[in-house]
C-alpha cells in the first residue's frame, strides 16, 4: 500500500543541502586551487575555499549531533542482506522494471548499497578531508616553530591525500545524483529530499506499529 | 504548500547567509596606522646641530685631503679608529664557514662575476675606498689619515675621488675639491654619498646590483616605495642605521655569516599583513619576493659578461659597441655584455650564510658558482629571496683548475695590464704573481655565475606579485624551487590521472546506464502497446 511519509526531517534536510552546496563549492574553488581550471582567481579560491572548509566542519559538528541524538546513526549501520539483490537490480532488474529489492521506510531509509557508501563518506572520507584540510591550513606553523606538537614536514602527502578525497567526492556526487532519478520517476527522490515527504510501499504491520510517522492517503 | 515553503525558504537561503557572512568578515584594512607611525618615526629626524662653516678649525687652506682628516678627528676624537674596524676601511671580515673554518674574507680577497676581483688592479677599484692611497698590498691600514671622511659625509655633492687614484680626491685640476665649501657643508651620509659607490660598483651605474642606482636619488612611487621623491624620500641610513660607524646592513654577494643585517622587520615587524594568509607565508618566503616584482625598473643592468672575447680590436684599435638605450654590448677592455630592463628576479633559498671560490679552491661544479647561497626547503631558517643570477665567462687554470686573477689596470703600459696591453697572457701572468697562487700558464675560459639577493626598488602594493604568479602550473616564478610542494605549481601525476579517469568513467557510466533505462522502458512500452 503506497503511503505518503514524512521520511526527512527538516535539520536533515537543510544539512544534506547545505553539505551538498558546501561540497560543490569546495570542489570548484579546491580544484581551482589545484590548477584544474580558472575562474575566480587563485586568492579568492584560496580564500573561500578555507572559508567553505569552516563552513563545513561547523555543519559537520551539528550533523554529528543530531545522528546520535536522534538515533539516526543506525540508518547506516551497513547489512549483508540484500546486498546482492541490490546490486542485480542496478545491472538488471533496473531495466525490466522489476520491483526495488528493498524496501524504504523511517527506519530503514537506505538500501545495503546507500549505507555501505554513506557509511565510507561518514567515517573515511569525510573524516580524511577534514584532517589533510586542517592540516593543509597549519602545516606552516610548525614550520615557524610556533606548535611543535604536529611537526609537519612538507604538504606534499597532505596535498594528495585531499586530492585523492576529492576525486572520490566529485565521483559520488556523480553517482548519486545519477541515482536520485532511479525512484518511482525521475525527480521523485529529490522531491522528497526538498519538501521530506515521500510515497512509500508500505508494510501493513509496520505502518501499523509506527502510525504516529505516516499519514494515510 | 506553507509545510513545503518554510523548509525550502531555509535550505535556499542558509547558503546565502554563510556567503553574506564571508563577504562581511572579509578585511579590507591595509595596516594603515603602521604605516602612519613608521612616517612619523622616520620624518622625526634630529636637524643638524651644528654649523661646521662657523669653525675656525675649517677655515683653512687644505692641500691634501689627509689634512682635512685631521682637521676631522681633531674634535671627533676616536671616530678613525671606528672606521677603521668597519667593512668599508677593511674589505674583509672573519666569517666561518662550514669546511672552511673561520676565514677573513672580503673585496679585499674575493672573486667576483664582474671585473672578478681587485687584486693587482687596486689602483682603479679603490677609488671606492673609504681611505686614501691603498694602491697595492703596502697599503697601511693603520694610518687614521688615510681615512676618507668626506666622501661619505660630503653634503656638497661636489666631492670626485680620482679615476686610477687609489681613493684620493683629484689632487689638482679643476675637479680638486673645494674643501672650504665642503667642510662647511658636512652632515649625515645622503643617498647620494652612499650612491657614489653602490650605484657604480662594477663600473658604471647598476652594472652590478640592478636594484641599486642614481635613478633612486630622484624616483617614482613605482620605482622605490621608500626612496620616492613623491613619498618619504627616505636616505639609506633610515634602514641601514649606524652606530660608531658601523653599518647595519651587508652586502650578501660577498658577506658569508648572517648577523648585523638590514632586514624589512627592523621596522615592520614579523607579521605586517592585515591577511593572516600573507603573514604565513613569512615563515619560508622573504618580503623581497613579493614586494620586488622586477629590479631595474630604470636604467638597464649587466646580465652577462663574457670576458673571453675581450682584447679584439678594429684597426688596431680597441672599441666599443651600444645598444640602442647605451649600453656598452662590447668593450674590448671588458668583452661582450648582455643588460636588461624590468627584469623578473630568479629565486633561490637562502639562510644567510653564504660560501664563496676562492682563487686557491679546485673546480669540480661547472658553471663555476662564485659564490653559493645556502638553504634549502628543509631548512627551518631559510627563505625564498628573490636573486639576480649574473652569468659570465672568466680565465681557469686548465691544470689546476682553478679561477684565475688576471691584472686588469695599470697606468703605465708594458705592465701586464689587460685593459692597457690587451694581452690575456701576459695580465694572467702579472696578477696570479701578485696574488701569489700558483699558476700553471695554462688556461681557458669557464662559465661562472653569482648569485646577488636583491632588497631594493621596493614597488607599490598594487605591483606586488599576485598569488597566482607562484601558484600555477606553467611559468611558476618558482619553477626552479623544486625541493617542496607547491599548491597550484605541484601535483601528483598518477592521482591526477586516476582521477580524471574516475571521474569521466562516473559519468560515462551513468550516461549509459540511463541510456539503457530510456532503452528498455521504450522497448516495454511498445511491448506493452503491441498486447
Known amino acids: 500500500m503506497a503511503t505518503k511519509t514524512y521520511i526527512y526531517k527538516i535539520f536533515e534536510r537543510f544539512w544534506h543541502w547545505t553539505q551538498a552546496f558546501l561540497i560543490l563549492f569546495l570542489a570548484l574553488t579546491g580544484f581551482e586551487i589545484h590548477s584544474s581550471f580558472s575562474l575566480m582567481g587563485f586568492e579568492s579560491a584560496v580564500y573561500w575555499h578555507n572559508f567553505a572548509s569552516w563552513a563545513l566542519i561547523v555543519l559537520i559538528i551539528f550533523a554529528i549531533f543530531w545522528h546520535f541524538t536522534t538515533g539516526e546513526w543506525r540508518q547506516y549501520i551497513p547489512t549483508k542482506a540484500f546486498i546482492r539483490d541490490q546490486i542485480r537490480y542496478y545491472i538488471t532488474g533496473i531495466f525490466k522494471n522489476a520491483p526495488h529489492p528493498t524496501k524504504k521506510s523511517v527506519y530503514n531509509k537506505f538500501n545495503p548499497l546507500q549505507r555501505i557508501i554513506y557509511l565510507g563518506l561518514k567515517v573515511l572520507v569525510i573524516p580524511v578531508q577534514v584532517v589533510t584540510g586542517i592540516l593543509y591550513m597549519f602545516y606552516r606553523y610548525p614550520q615557524g616553530g610556533k606548535i611543535e606538537i604536529i611537526n609537519v614536514d612538507g604538504l606534499e602527502i597532505i596535498a594528495i591525500v585531499h586530492t585523492i578525497g576529492a576525486f572520490a567526492l566529485v565521483a559520488f556526487v556523480i553517482a548519486h545524483v545519477y541515482l536520485t532519478t532511479t525512484g518511482k520517476t525521475p525527480l521523485e527522490s529529490i522531491k522528497a529530499m526538498i519538501t521530506g515527504w515521500e510515497e512509500l510501499e508500505h508494510d501493513e504491520e509496520e505502518s501499523l506499529s509506527n502510525g504516529a510517522n505516516a499519514e494515510r492517503k | ?531
Open chain 2, 1 to 531: 504548500m506553507r509545510r513545503k515553503l518554510i523548509p525550502f525558504l531555509i535550505i535556499v537561503i542558509v547558503p546565502q547567509i554563510f556567503l553574506a557572512i564571508a563577504i562581511l568578515s572579509k578585511s579590507d584594512g591595509d595596516g594603515a596606522t603602521q604605516i602612519e607611525e613608521l612616517k612619523q618615526r622616520v620624518l622625526s629626524k634630529p636637524q643638524k646641530a651644528v654649523d661646521h662653516g662657523q669653525f675656525a678649525e675649517l677655515h683653512k687652506d687644505f692641500k691634501t685631503p689627509q689634512e682635512v682628516t685631521a682637521a676631522c678627528l681633531a674634535c671627533h676624537t676616536g671616530r678613525a679608529k671606528e672606521v677603521m674596524s668597519t667593512h668599508h676601511w677593511l674589505w674583509e671580515r672573519e666569517s666561518f664557514i662550514e669546511g672552511r673554518g673561520v676565514v677573513s674574507l672580503g673585496k679585499k680577497n674575493l672573486l667576483n662575476n664582474y671585473c672578478t676581483g681587485i687584486r693587482s688592479s687596486e689602483g682603479s677599484c679603490n677609488k671606492c675606498h673609504a681611505g686614501f692611497g691603498w694602491g697595492d698590498k703596502s697599503f697601511d691600514f693603520t694610518n687614521e689619515l688615510n681615512v676618507d671622511c668626506i666622501v661619505c659625509h660630503d653634503n656638497t655633492e661636489t666631492y670626485e675621488k680620482a679615476s686610477g687614484g687609489s681613493g684620493y680626491p683629484y689632487m689638482e685640476g679643476p675637479l680638486k675639491p673645494d674643501y672650504k665649501h665642503i667642510t662647511a657643508n658636512i652632515g649625515k651620509p645622503t643617498k647620494y654619498n652612499c650612491g657614489y659607490c653602490h650605484f657604480y660598483s662594477a663600473g658604471g651605474n647598476n652594472i652590478k646590483h640592478g636594484h641599486l642606482e642614481e635613478a633612486l636619488l630622484d624616483c617614482s612611487r613605482d620605482v622605490d616605495v621608500h626612496m620616492t621623491t613623491e613619498g618619504m624620500d627616505m636616505s639609506c641610513t633610515d634602514c641601514h642605521e649606524t652606530k660608531n660607524h658601523v653599518m647595519n646592513g651587508r652586502y650578501y654577494g660577498t658577506a658569508s655569516n648572517d648577523y648585523n643585517r638590514a632586514t624589512c622587520e627592523q621596522c615592520h615587524g614579523d607579521f605586517p599583513h592585515e591577511k593572516s594568509i600573507l603573514n604565513e607565508h613569512s615563515i619560508k618566503v622573504t618580503c623581497q619576493a613579493c614586494h620586488i616584482p622586477v629590479y631595474a625598473k630604470v636604467n638597464s643592468t649587466k646580465m652577462y659578461w663574457d670576458w673571453s672575447t675581450a682584447t679584439g680590436m678594429r684597426d688596431g684599435q680597441p672599441y666599443e659597441e651600444t645598444d640602442s638605450l647605451g649600453n656598452k654590448t662590447y668593450q674590448s677592455i671588458k668583452g661582450t655584455a648582455q643588460w636588461a630592463n624590468n627584469v623578473k628576479p630568479e629565486y633561490a633559498w637562502f639562510n644567510g650564510q653564504a660560501n664563496h671560490t676562492l682563487i686557491t679552491d679546485s673546480l669540480t661544479e661547472f658553471p663555476v658558482k662564485i659564490n653559493t647561497l645556502y638553504g634549502e626547503y628543509n631548512d627551518p631558517t631559510a627563505k625564498i629571496w628573490p636573486v639576480k643570477i649574473h652569468r659570465g665567462k672568466q680565465p681557469m687554470d686548465k691544470n689546476y683548475k682553478r679561477l684565475l686573477q688576471a691584472k686588469l689596470w695599470d697606468d703605465e703600459k708594458n705592465k701586464g695590464a689587460l685593459w692597457v696591453d690587451f694581452n690575456w697572457e701576459e695580465a694572467l701572468k702579472e696578477g696570479m704573481e701578485y696574488i701569489e697562487v700558483p699558476y700553471s700558464g695554462e688556461w681557458e675560459f669557464v662559465e661562472t655565475e653569482m648569485y646577488l639577493p636583491i632588497s631594493h626598488m621596493v614597488s607599490p602594493k598594487e605591483s606586488t606579485v599576485s598569488c597566482n604568479e607562484c601558484h600555477t602550473r606553467e611559468n611558476s616564478r618558482l619553477a626552479g624551487l623544486t625541493d617542496f610542494y607547491l599548491p597550484g605549481r605541484d601535483r601528483n601525476k598518477t592521482v591526477d590521472l586516476a582521477g580524471t579517469l574516475i571521474i569521466v568513467l562516473s559519468m560515462l557510466g551513468v550516461m549509459g546506464h540511463g541510456a539503457l533505462r530510456v532503452l528498455a522502458s521504450k522497448k516495454r512500452k511498445e511491448q506493452q502497446q503491441n498486447l
